[in-house]
T-cell receptor, first 108, second 113 residues
């Protein structure tokens, strides 16, 4: 099946800093989504982005499907951005496959 | 929109007991998914339904696990008998159709002693 690798596995930031999270995948995809799992365990859908660029407030995401990667940008990070960020992909042959996530800690 | 609703939020039970987890998907969503999350294995898909019909149950660990979706607004995941290695957070998720944005419930944290 499709492989999903996220980097870095862990990230510590000072409040106000910017960051970029990366998701590499091993096959072409027709569906890519980014999720945030907050410290209370809730999984929130951030972006549905099989290709192109989208922005939502301080967060934006870009998927370059031809090169098999996606990037999640967090600008002016806040403590509420802490948690685990998951990338999930669907190659069309199965349901969403999740990466292992990037754990982000934003300190005040 | 109330989102995906799961119950109970926490379940503590003894080994050998039957456990039933419940899920109400978002109204109008035609696909429903059950995931399990552990530290060791991350997020694993157990089973998914489309229009109340089970489509792929290859992720169900063994015969002790079963899932049903009797109608468009309700699904259950049952474990009988439960074992300590079943301890995990179980998530239900739904979307309008396969390939569209996926929305998760708040999960059920299961502890089997």
């Amino acid at each position: 099946g499709i492989q999903v690798e996220q980097s870095p596995p862990d990230l510590i930031l000072q409040e106000g800093a910017n960051s970029t999270l990366r998701c590499n995948f091993s096959d072409s995809v027709n569906n890519l989504q980014w999720f945030h799992q907050n410290p209370w365990g809730q999984l929130i859908n951030l972006f549905y982005i099989p290709s192109g660029t989208k922005q939502n407030g301080r967060l934006s995401a870009t998927t370059v499907a031809t090169e098999r990667y996606s990037l999640l940008y967090i600008s002016s990070s806040q403590t509420t951005d802490s948690g685990v960020y998951f990338c999930a992909v669907d190659s069309g042959y199965s349901t969403l496959t999740f990466g292992k996530g990037t754990m982000l800690l934003v300190s005040p | 929109d109330a989102g995906v609703i799961q119950s109970p939020r926490h379940e503590v039970t003894e080994m050998g007991q039957e456990v039933t987890l419940r899920c109400k998907p978002i109204s109008g969503h035609n696909s429903l998914f059950w995931y399990r999350q552990t530290m060791m294995r991350g997020l694993e898909l157990l089973i998914y339904f489309n229009n109340n019909v089970p489509i792929d149950d290859s992720g169900m660990p063994e015969d002790r696990f079963s899932a049903k979706m009797p109608n468009a607004s309700f699904s259950t995941l049952k474990i009988q008998p439960s074992e300590p290695r079943d301890s995990a957070v179980y998530f239900c998720a739904s979307n309008v159709q396969r390939g569209s944005p996926l929305h998760f419930g708040n999960g059920t944290r299961l502890t089997v002693t």
